[in-house]
């Protein structure tokens, strides 16, 4: 049997009671999109920042759901509260997740889902059909997301960070980290607070990417050059090292090509693309 809650737009979770008879009927629709959703015919692919399935498949991510949420199941806590009608008409909730035994199933919500004073909606019966202004939300046909077992499954990463936070599968570099990355032998000596001055969310990223990635100790700096030729992208090189920038677009350039978002292409060697997501073969 599955509890139907909703994912309000400040982080919080809502509950949103139902009969017994709805909520035989809600778990009954959500179990078959469950078992839709996670088929075993459908490819699982290992994730990538950005990558989208185009075969059918879904992405697959190691995830640890957040306290709001985990916390729902195997019991739901008492001080948990219920939907209120105001909310509903405040279009506040951005999701709803059914949580059943071990598994929770997330639909993403946007003002079409909604009905209210905005969105009439004629209901038919036998008599006389009605236009009514009833507060509500209507389910959808298909699940967004599916978590079970420690994974999080889903084929799109941008609808999915409409209702969790998966930053924290990509830790952001320190200040130290930064400098220390930025200090290898390919690059000339530089300012720190310069550059920690326009290292958003963004750059820290790409710079704990880049030291992952472990490029600046395997490349050489001739390696880095016909690297840039190739890719059409400047280079800014100081007494023969690699100047870091301190122009943030210039900065964001170069980080996007030590972390390797140039890519070419094995039918066309000559044709370079810059790629927002990368899934190594296997």
Same mark, same amino acid.
């Given at each position: 049997m599955y509890n139907l809650f909703a994912i309000l737009r400040d982080g919080g979770v809502a509950r949103i009671p #139902?009969?017994?008879?709805? !909520? /035989?009927?809600? $778990?009954?629709?959500?179990?078959? !999109? &469950? %078992?839709?959703? #996670? @088929?075993?015919?459908?490819?699982? @692919?290992?994730? &990538? =920042? *950005?990558?989208? =399935?185009?075969? *059918? *498949?879904?992405? %697959?991510? +190691?995830?640890?759901? =957040? =306290?709001?949420?985990?916390? #729902? $199941?195997p019991t739901i806590p008492n001080d948990v509260p219920s939907l209120s009608r105001s909310q509903v008409l405040e279009l506040d909730a951005k999701a709803l997740v059914a949580v059943g035994e071990g598994q929770f199933c997330f639909q993403a919500l946007d003002k079409s889902r909604y009905l209210g004073p905005k969105r009439l909606a004629i209901l038919f019966n036998a008599n006389a059909n009605q236009v009514k202004a009833l507060p509500g939300i209507v389910l959808g046909e298909k699940l967004e997301a599916v978590h079970q077992a420690g994974k999080l499954y889903f084929i799109s990463e941008t609808v999915v960070r409409r209702f969790l936070d998966l930053d924290s599968v990509f830790r952001a570099a320190t200040n130290d980290e930064i400098v220390e990355v930025l200090s290898a032998g390919v690059f000339a000596p530089f300012e720190p607070t310069a550059v920690l001055e326009i290292s958003d969310t963004w750059a820290r990223r790409k710079i704990m990417v880049i030291k992952e990635s472990q490029i600046l100790t395997t490349t050489s700096l001739a390696q880095f050059q016909r690297a840039a030729t190739a890719c059409n992208?400047?280079?800014?090189?100081? +007494?023969? +090292? /690699?100047?870091?920038? /301190? /122009?943030?677009? %210039? #900065?964001k350039q170069l980080l996007k090509f030590l972390s390797e978002d140039f890519l070419a292409s094995p039918i066309r060697p000559t044709t370079i693309f810059e790629v927002t997501a990368k899934r190594p073969r296997k």
């Amino acid at each position: 049997m599955y509890n139907l809650f909703a994912i309000l737009r400040d982080g919080g979770v809502a509950r949103i009671p #139902l009969d017994r008879e709805s !909520q /035989i009927t809600l $778990s009954n629709e959500f179990e078959s !999109q &469950a %078992e839709a959703f #996670l @088929h075993d015919d459908r490819e699982r @692919h290992e994730y &990538a =920042p *950005g990558f989208v =399935p185009t075969d *059918g *498949g879904i992405v %697959e991510l +190691k995830f640890k759901l =957040p =306290p709001e949420l985990s916390r #729902l $199941s195997p019991t739901i806590p008492n001080d948990v509260p219920s939907l209120s009608r105001s909310q509903v008409l405040e279009l506040d909730a951005k999701a709803l997740v059914a949580v059943g035994e071990g598994q929770f199933c997330f639909q993403a919500l946007d003002k079409s889902r909604y009905l209210g004073p905005k969105r009439l909606a004629i209901l038919f019966n036998a008599n006389a059909n009605q236009v009514k202004a009833l507060p509500g939300i209507v389910l959808g046909e298909k699940l967004e997301a599916v978590h079970q077992a420690g994974k999080l499954y889903f084929i799109s990463e941008t609808v999915v960070r409409r209702f969790l936070d998966l930053d924290s599968v990509f830790r952001a570099a320190t200040n130290d980290e930064i400098v220390e990355v930025l200090s290898a032998g390919v690059f000339a000596p530089f300012e720190p607070t310069a550059v920690l001055e326009i290292s958003d969310t963004w750059a820290r990223r790409k710079i704990m990417v880049i030291k992952e990635s472990q490029i600046l100790t395997t490349t050489s700096l001739a390696q880095f050059q016909r690297a840039a030729t190739a890719c059409n992208v400047r280079l800014p090189m100081s +007494k023969g +090292k /690699i100047l870091i920038p /301190i /122009i943030k677009k %210039e #900065l964001k350039q170069l980080l996007k090509f030590l972390s390797e978002d140039f890519l070419a292409s094995p039918i066309r060697p000559t044709t370079i693309f810059e790629v927002t997501a990368k899934r190594p073969r296997k």
